[in-house]
């Protein structure tokens, strides 16, 4: 009896070491295509640099011996909405697209849900489970279960699955961390004498900028420097005023003190905030370029020391003195971290993120597909082991090796390139392939797989940004986030049309160069007004609609 | 009757009109590419403007798309922004209207007064050139210049004359001046092209004899250089008048910021962002079509009363 439980068990064993491979999708036959070429575009703002061949590139050339597919990506420079907008009107349409789907109102989504409704894009749940690589894409806990059933399955799709959620990691690991934050000059926090992780408030913000005004620092070229600034179109301002809001949200509806629904931008913290931006704008403490700024001259501010805080992702700062070559020569002023900041309850700031994204990118593929077995066959390939490896290490013996557990590593050579941000060597490695086809991987467990979620991480991180995702790690939030309840409002259209056009944006930014808080607020009231009031007040409509809903779920995120 | 005996019978002037183009034929040749231009991208896109009146769907196209009535039109007449952004647009086109339609008149007289043609041929070529700039790269400049951290401009105010640094391009009270000012720079030298050519075909005469009766310059350029040129003014006026609401969408664009949009939202940034960005294309057809409307109404009333007043119209 011992034997045979023995024996079964040994069996079992054999068949499971022989499974497991198939479930990586490795090991399996792969289908070759002959010569099917195909086109994706990256659907986001700020563009995709291609290799010089989309074609006869190394890991091109890899990919085709293999399967026969070979696919050149090409980047936009303009508002997604609009490029996905242009594309479906105008019928001109590559084979696939891959583009931001935050779902909800998000602008992006609206397009590409109007798309899939009007048979625009080919539906996948009949194929996708041949494809061992693609298919855990819609799994829970890879996606939110409200993203699935609101975005990815949503009910006016009656069933079909349209869009492909990747950049989705699949495990906590494998979640980026884009180290955001508000980072000062060393050399000038040092001067100051500043405790910076004492600086947690607004207001504590305020009397820091008002601190390096007054202390008349110079940039490398002699000019006064600015307090604070931002990347492009002020990406990172928000990092300066967290503290107005209570806690990380996960939608725009607030609860007030009666158990209503609210929107955040009727309600007072958001005001607070907009008039703390405006006195930082009038009393010079802001950058007043930096909302209409272009990331070539926010690097510049930065790398020359001419901003001393500088805002968004931590690599952002420390890569521009890098590439502009004052990482090397004007050590002094690299940007060291202020706090972290908390938020009004007066927590340290984290990464907020959902058990499983709850909007990411997407890939489509329009009813023009040449071929989408052929396309589906190449992303399958790309998000095995083996295709990750390739496309994002490289070769064996020439960009990298295996180490002793078995993990690739880049070479020594391509480590140190990537320490000093050296830019001949992106180049060298995207006209060769690498890290070119790296974006669409889905549900990555690079970090699981390698011990590192991006190449030369695990050897070649910079110090300083890993301190700081120690201060402000990554939290996992679990719950179902209160946006969910749009997706069955049934004045969609309206709400569409009450939010289009970046109205709260222009509001906002109007009020902060405002002469005068009264025409600050003036401004916010009317912009308020119209939100009530707007598209046959349609908002009230909606936050009414919240409001039923919320007796039926004991787990909401607001 | 008597009209058709003295320009033939239809026949006859059918078979005129046919020898007089085979007679010109090379002309004709040259005139093509200009109708071939006109008739495949201004006409046949024309009837783009149903999209106004349906309920645009991607797999419908233009023609199949359900109609939906003057919905569109409705909605833009009851948004929000309807008055602001028709003040705007009408506010920024006259005062480049005011100020920018009679720069190149003034430059045209001012170089037809020189006399060293070496000189003025310099003068020209220099004006001209800003026209070939693209928008995006004046902004650029107009930008560097004038920034508030270390600008030519600032600097200058405040090294010089310790004066505050002033944020030109982001404040709202110096939008008017630099989108006018831009827009003489850019254009003024290209716009005399036209001048300087209508005041060659002022008579010689003219001159010589107002110059026997001991008229300075001034006096000649006062009666003589204007008043010949008025009809290619009065044209050019009457034509500017129907672009009233195009306050250059590329300039605005470019120079909207955030403290300034109250004043720089033109309908046409209006369509771009409320309308295409967002794939409201029958939005922005009703919007654009509305525009277009009421530009026309515009130049026949100028035409209309350039005719009456001063006998000189297009038509």
């Not at chain 1, 916010?524 to 409509?541: D, F, H, K, Q, S």
């Not at chain 2, 001034?218 to 040129?229: E, F």
């Amino acid at each position: 009896m011992t034997r045979k439980i023995l024996s079964t068990l040994l069996a079992l064993a054999m068949l499971l070491t022989l499974a497991a491979p198939l479930a990586l999708g490795e090991g399996t036959e792969l289908k070759h295509y002959g010569d099917v070429q195909l086109t994706l575009l990256y659907v986001w703002n700020g563009g995709k640099i291609a290799p010089d061949d989309t074609y006869n590139n190394d890991v091109a050339k890899a990919i085709r011996e293999k399967i026969g597919v070979t696919v050149a990506i090409e980047g936009i420079m303009m508002s997604e909405t609009e490029k996905l907008n242009l594309i479906f009107a105008s019928g001109d349409m590559p084979d696939i697209l891959e583009f931001p789907f935050w779902g909800g109102s998000s602008g992006e989504s609206i397009v590409i849900k109007k798309a899939a409704n009007e048979g625009m894009l080919l539906p996948l749940e009949d194929v996708i489970d041949n494809y061992p690589n693609l298919s855990d894409a819609w799994d829970v806990g890879v996606v939110s279960q409200k993203f699935l059933e609101t975005d990815l399955n949503d009910p006016l799709f009656n069933g079909h699955k349209y869009v492909i959620p990747n950049e989705t990691p699949g495990s906590i690991q494998d979640i980026t961390h884009w180290a955001y934050g508000a980072f000062v000059r060393s050399d000038i926090a040092q001067a100051l004498g500043t405790d910076l992780s004492a600086v947690k408030t607004p207001d504590d913000v305020y009397n820091f900028l008002k601190a390096i005004k007054e202390g008349g620092f110079k940039d490398l070229n002699g000019n006064d420097v600015i307090p604070a600034s931002s990347f492009h179109n002020g990406w990172g301002v928000d990092q300066l005023y967290i503290g107005f809001e209570e806690h990380p949200y996960f939608s725009d509806y607030r609860l007030d003190a009666e158990g209503n629904v609210t929107y955040r931008f009727l309600e007072q913290p958001y005001l607070d905030q907009v008039l703390f931006v405006r006195k930082l704008v009038s009393e010079g403490l802001l950058d007043k370029e930096c909302f209409t700024t272009t990331d070539t001259l926010a690097e510049q501010k930065t790398a020359n020391g001419t901003v001393a805080v500088q805002t968004a992702q931590y690599s952002v700062s420390l890569n521009a003195m890098k590439k502009l070559g004052t990482w090397q020569t004007n050590p002094e002023i690299k940007f060291t971290p202020i706090g972290p900041l908390a938020y009004g309850d007066g927590t340290t700031k984290v990464q907020a993120e959902l058990n499983g994204r709850n909007g990411t990118h997407g890939i489509a593929f329009p009813v023009t597909n040449k071929n989408l077995e052929a396309s589906l066959a190449w992303f399958d390939f790309i998000n095995s082991k083996e295709g990750v490896i390739l496309t994002e290490y490289g070769f064996e013996g020439d960009t990298f090796y295996f180490n002793e557990a078995g993990q690739p590593r880049w070479t020594d050579e391509l480590i140190a390139g990537k320490v000093a941000g050296d830019e001949a060597q992106t180049v060298m490695l995207r006209n060769r392939g690498i890290r070119y086809y790296n974006i669409p991987l889905i549900s990555s467990e690079r970090y699981l797989w390698f011990g590192e979620t991006e190449p030369g991480n695990a050897d070649g991180a910079e110090p300083l940004i890993e301190d700081y995702k120690k201060l402000s790690p990554i939290k996992l939030y679990d719950g179902y986030p209160l946006s969910a309840v749009f997706s069955t409002f049934d004045r969609q259209d309206d709400y569409n049309a009450l939010m289009a056009g970046e109205r709260e944006r222009v509001a906002r930014e109007s009020a902060y160069f405002a002469e005068t808080d009264e025409e600050a607020i003036a401004i916010i009231e009317e912009y308020r007004e119209y939100l009530r009031t707007g598209e046959n007040a349609v908002l009230p409509a909606l936050l009414q609609h919240v409001q039923e809903q919320l007796p039926t779920r004991d787990d909401w995120l607001f | 009757m008597t009209r058709q005996v003295a320009r033939g019978t239809p026949k006859a002037q059918t078979a005129a009109a046919r020898s007089r183009i085979l007679r010109h034929s090379a002309v004709y040749m040259m005139l093509l590419p200009a109708v071939v231009w006109y008739a495949v991208f201004c006409y046949q896109p024309m009837y783009g403007v149903l999209l106004a009146f349906k309920d645009y769907k991607f797999n419908m196209g233009i023609l199949r798309s359900p109609w939906v009535g003057l919905k569109y039109f409705r909605q833009f007449l009851f948004a929000t922004e309807f008055w602001g952004v028709i003040k705007n647009t009408v506010v920024i086109s006259a005062l480049k209207l005011v100020c920018s339609f009679p720069a190149p008149i003034i430059l045209a007289l001012l170089l037809n007064e020189v006399q060293r043609l070496k000189f003025k041929r310099v003068v020209q070529t220099v004006s001209y050139l800003p026209h070939f700039v693209s928008w995006v790269v004046v902004y650029t400049l107009l930008t560097i210049i004038f920034t508030p951290y270390g600008g030519l401009v600032n600097s200058l105010r405040t090294q010089t004359f310790g004066l505050e640094a002033v944020y030109y391009m982001g404040e709202k009270q110096y939008f008017y001046p630099m989108a006018v000012l831009s827009d003489i720079w850019k254009g003024v030298g290209w716009g005399t092209i036209v001048y300087l050519s209508a005041i060659t075909s002022v008579s010689p005469e003219l001159y010589e004899a107002a110059i026997v009766d001991g008229a300075g310059r001034m006096r000649c350029a006062w009666h003589i250089t204007l008043p010949g040129i008025r009809p290619t003014i009065s044209i050019l006026f009457i034509l500017a008048t129907g672009g009233i609401l195009n306050a250059n969408t590329d300039q605005i664009l470019l120079m909207q910021q955030p403290a300034n949009m109250s004043i720089s939202q033109i309908i046409d940034t209006y369509v771009l962002k409320i309308g295409i960005r967002e794939g409201r294309f029958g939005y922005a057809t009703a919007i654009g079509l509305f525009k277009s409307v009421f530009s026309a109404a515009l130049m026949f009333m100028a035409n209309s009363v350039s005719k009456r007043v001063g006998e000189i119209s297009i038509w």
